[in-house]
């Protein structure tokens, strides 16, 4: 009784949404136009997605958009993580300072680095004539544009990286440390051998959310570049969105969602076990 209402929530929170949409993605239908009704077509809103080539270069686009953005955020989250984790003065304040970018609107942030990114007046072009290079198009290029998504994605969510690698570092055993330094072990040792192996439970959780965040991103690049140049820059994502509420084909957006969630799951489920494993050894 007292799981009731708990229960509740997650069954019309999660299970009928999801239920729904497994339902949908078997459907042509519109919600543009119900009254035209609906008709079961099985699996053809699948096939058709496997089928098409063109969604296949959006799931590449995709997973090169998730790799870079993930490994950089990482990368610098990891550097700037362990340097919060020693104790020097202003700390505090310039940990706050970093964390703040995540709290901005994502819409906000993309509008934001349109401006900083734009080919004629933008700062970033500003930056680049200034080293002596000729002017970049950042946005009107494929390339260019995923390397400035992926530049923004990161400033917004690197702090998030920031947040969780500082607190899994601050959290290894103060013991352990002093041990380290008696026998000798150098800085680098430490982080490598001491710090992070008994960091990665947390790590591994961070890297997870990242992940998935990353492969739903879709406002960042309806701000900064509308899916362009053409449709170079959609992601499934922005493409499942497109599909959903720019020609409310129901059915077909449902069936995207599905195979995106099993991708998704299927990294994650890979994650988990990985990160069970760590636990068990630990």
Known sequence: MF????????????AYPFLSLLYYSTLRFSVLRPLQGSK??????????????AIWQRFIFTGQFVTATVVVQ???????????????????????????PMMLCPIVVGFLWRYMFNSEWGIMNYLVTQLGFAKVDWLGIADNALLAVVIADAWMWTPFVILLATAA?????????????????????????????????ILLIAFLLRLIDAFKQSDLFLAMTGG???????????????IAFGYFYTGDASALAVILLVI???????????????????
């Open 3 to 14: 799981l009731a209402p708990t229960l509740s929530i997650l069954v019309l929170m999660v």
């Open 228 to 242: 362009g140049p053409g449709s170079e820059t959609e992601t499934v994502s922005f493409r499942l969105s497109k």
């Open 264 to 282: 998704i799951i299927g990294l994650s489920l890979i994650l988990v076990r990985h990160l069970n494993r760590l636990r068990e050894r630990q």
């Open 74 to 100: 990482f990368l610098i989250g990891l550097t700037v993580a362990y340097a919060f984790s020693k104790d020097f003065r202003g700390r505090e304040i310039l940990f706050t300072v970093a964390l703040l």
């Open 169 to 201: 570092f601050r959290g290894v055993p103060k013991d352990i440390r002093e041990a380290a330094d008696v026998d000798g072990a150098s800085p680098a040792y430490q982080f490598f051998r001491v710090t992070l192996p008994l960091s990665m439970p």
């Open 40 to 53: 079961d077509v099985g699996l053809l809103n699948y096939t058709t997605f496997l089928a098409d080539e």
